[in-house]
């Protein structure tokens, strides 16, 4: 894989992994958004009938004895239906000791009444429940018993007439104290429309985030490419060409300061270097050349294998054939007895010294037509930066 597609793999995985994370911590904002509306709004709904009910408390001077409408909570009540009409909020007056039959607490409703009623200072309640598959924001605002609530809600003797006659003595709504806790204003409101104004706002939310990621995917592609992949792939380009042709004498225009750049200067002074040293190297070879073939004695220099890299014209004269046939032949295939030379280049390698290296000794050799001659042989070995190789100057003796 190139590193072009994998830089583009994992910027896209990045890319990606923050946008789902983005559109994550959007759709929860949106979430905390609309729930604290939705709390707002149950508060100022739930105040408002709170208000009005401790209102029509004051300001009710028997009225209510005619008319059963004007009782505060009923009124309130009432009232509250009248603002959440057309709207998905359910608002109700609550109590643990409710006088309407109809009105009793759910499950959820007496189990808040019966925390906050318990509480040492009773506060407003709320939480998004499910029931049937549903969701619901509960809001549940307490309120306390004031003095005026104690007309009907005080001892049965202190209540008017026509509540009497209504809750007999002994009525669980009796016998309140001020400050008190009597009840709750409970709002509902249904979670199914205020999810579907988060997915519209967060659908749109994530189209214009989309846009944005891929602009911003595309242009760092292009950045990424033209500062960085850009330079790096003419450098391996440069290295390829160079291990393909040899040729150091390649160099790579420097465009910048920064890490590339190092990369590139770095790479532009182990050309020069590796030119320096090829052009020393080519120079040590031909003088080398050049004096082995002025030389009065045959030399050789092979590989440790044997492998003959190097002969002279004398060389050439003393086993018959052309510097081209023997070069890639063993000098142990001319020899009558290789194995002292072969057991002096193991151990060369193995101890690090031999008694064959440096030292003359008598050897039998043959030449192409089988001929034998005994030549003095001295050896030397010289080392390169890839291995070692020897040098043997033969020198013939009289059968």
């Known amino acids: 894989m190139r590193i072009t597609t994998k830089l583009t793999l994992i910027i896209s995985v990045l890319l990606i992994a923050l946008f789902m994370a983005l559109g994550w911590n959007s759709y929860q904002h949106e979430l905390n958004l609309i729930q604290q509306q939705a709390v707002e ?36 009540s009432r009232i ?90 002994g009525h669980p709504s009796y016998n309140y104290q001020v400050g008190e806790v009597i009840g709750a204003i409970s709002v509902s409101v249904p979670m199914r429309e205020l999810y579907r104004s988060i997915d519209s706002n967060l659908f749109h939310g994530l189209v214009i985030e989309s846009v944005i990621l891929l602009l911003l995917l595309v242009f760092t592609g292009w950045v990424i490419h033209r500062a960085i992949l850009k330079p790096v792939a003419t450098v391996a380009k440069g290295i390829e060409g160079v291990a393909s042709s040899g040729n150091y004498t390649q160099r790579i225009k420097q465009t910048g300061n920064d890490e590339i750049g190092h990369l590139v200067a770095s790479f532009n002074e182990l050309m020069a270097e590796l030119e320096r040293r090829t052009l020393q190297r ?57 194995e002292p030379l072969r057991a002096g280049i193991r151990d060369y390698f193995q101890a690090g010294s031999s008694s064959l290296i440096g030292t003359t000794s008598l050897q039998t050799v043959r030449n192409v037509c089988g001929k034998l001659f005994g030549v003095e042989m001295v050896i030397s070995v010289s080392q390169t930066d890839q291995e070692a190789m020897f040098t043997a100057i033969l020198r013939t003796t009289k059968s």
């Open 41 to 76: 709004k149950a508060r100022i709904i739930a105040r408002q009938i709170i208000e009005t009910r401790d209102y029509l408390s004051r300001a009710e001077r028997g009225e209510a004895a005619h008319n059963f409408a004007l009782v505060p909570q009923v009124a309130a």
């Open 282 to 338: 080519a120079e040590s070879d031909e003088r080398y050349r050049n004096f082995i073939e002025i030389a009065q004695s045959p030399i050789i220099t092979f590989l440790p294998d044997g492998k003959i890299v190097i002969a002279n014209q004398k060389a050439e004269q003393l086993f018959g054939l052309s510097k081209e046939e023997l070069l890639g032949q063993s000098i142990c295939d001319f020899m009558a007895d290789p």
């Open 80 to 169: 509250a239906v009248r603002i959440t009409e057309g709207s998905p909020y359910y608002v109700r007056q609550i109590s643990l000791r409710n006088r309407n039959p109809e009105n009793k607490p759910d499950q959820y409703e007496a189990s808040e009444l019966a925390r906050i009623t318990t509480a040492a200072t009773p506060q407003e309640s709320f939480r998004v429940v499910g029931s049937e598959g549903k969701e619901a924001l509960r809001y549940l605002l307490p309120m306390t018993a004031e003095k005026s609530c104690l007309t009907c809600h005080g001892s049965f003797e202190s209540a008017p007439r026509f509540v009497q006659e209504r809750f007999p003595k």
